[in-house]
């Protein structure tokens, strides 16, 4: 089973540009994740999708943070423009809904750097 | 709002040692799960053990075992027999329940060397 791609893996870029980050989460999954996680912290979720709908976008800046999930499968998080803090690793993060406890499987992230 | 903290930034075994990692939370909430991801240098977290907080009994994963106190909301990782490909930084994560595809919270992580 293929597991969460994510692209691009690296991408430095000027303050004020824009930027978009790509997920395909693993087949079937209906749920998925976009995850921040700053240098030395732990991830902290950015939007959560169930399907196309989002679930919880509470901790998204979303004067500047964008995402979307069209058709349910994969999802595109865009952010203008950036700022020098939204230097982090992006994760993005898939689950399946049916029964037990959700794992949450995670892709290898994008390294931003934002000069 | 729920909170977990690890405490130990930075922890080193020798290897075939045991070590045990600490992760407190705080939460209001009865029903949820505990989990422990390892994250290695090359970025991918993977999950290493989960645990019920309806379940007294504590979870195991071959070398890996959990002490999950509820009264005091500490929920540690027990390594043992620690190997070189357990470097690592180990993340405490909490979920609300009852919904099994609620969001994680995060602890600030350990980052964990095993020395040979």
């Known amino acids: 089973e293929a597991g969460v791609a994510q692209s691009p893996r690296y991408k430095i870029i000027e303050k004020r540009q824009s930027v978009a980050f790509w997920c395909n989460p693993i087949?079937?999954?209906?749920?998925l994740y976009w995850y921040q996680q700053i240098l030395g912290q732990g991830p902290k979720l950015l939007i959560q999708?169930?399907?196309?709908?989002?679930?919880?976008d509470s901790q998204l800046p979303k004067d500047r943070f964008s995402a979307e999930r069209l058709k349910g499968v994969d999802s595109t998080l865009k952010i203008q423009p950036a700022k020098l803090e939204d230097s982090a690793v992006y994760l993005c993060?898939?689950?399946?809904?049916?029964?037990?406890?959700?794992?949450?499987?995670f892709g290898p992230g994008t390294r931003l750097t934002v000069l | 709002a729920q909170t977990v903290t690890q405490s130990q930034p930075e922890m080193s075994v020798q290897e075939a040692e045991t070590v045990t990692l600490s992760c407190t939370y705080d939460?209001?909430?009865?029903?949820?799960?505990l989990f422990w991801y390892k994250q290695p240098p090359s970025r991918q977290m993977i999950l290493v053990i989960r645990?019920?907080?309806?379940?007294?009994q504590n979870a195991t994963e071959n070398r890996f075992s959990v002490n999950f106190q509820k009264a005091a909301k500490s929920f540690s990782l027990k390594i043992s027999d620690s190997q070189l490909g357990d470097t690592a930084m180990y993340f405490c994560?909490?979920?609300?329940?009852?919904?099994?595809?609620?969001?994680?919270?995060f602890g600030q992580g350990t980052t964990l060397q095993v020395k040979p």
């Open positions: 645990q019920e907080a309806y379940k007294q």
């Open positions: 993060a898939s689950s399946s809904s049916r029964g037990g406890i959700n794992e949450q499987f």
């Open positions: 939460t209001s909430e009865n029903n949820y799960y």
């Open positions: 999708f169930q399907n196309n709908g989002v679930v919880d």
């Open positions: 994560a909490f979920m609300k329940g009852p919904s099994n595809t609620g969001k994680l919270i």
């Open positions: 087949s079937g999954h209906a749920t």
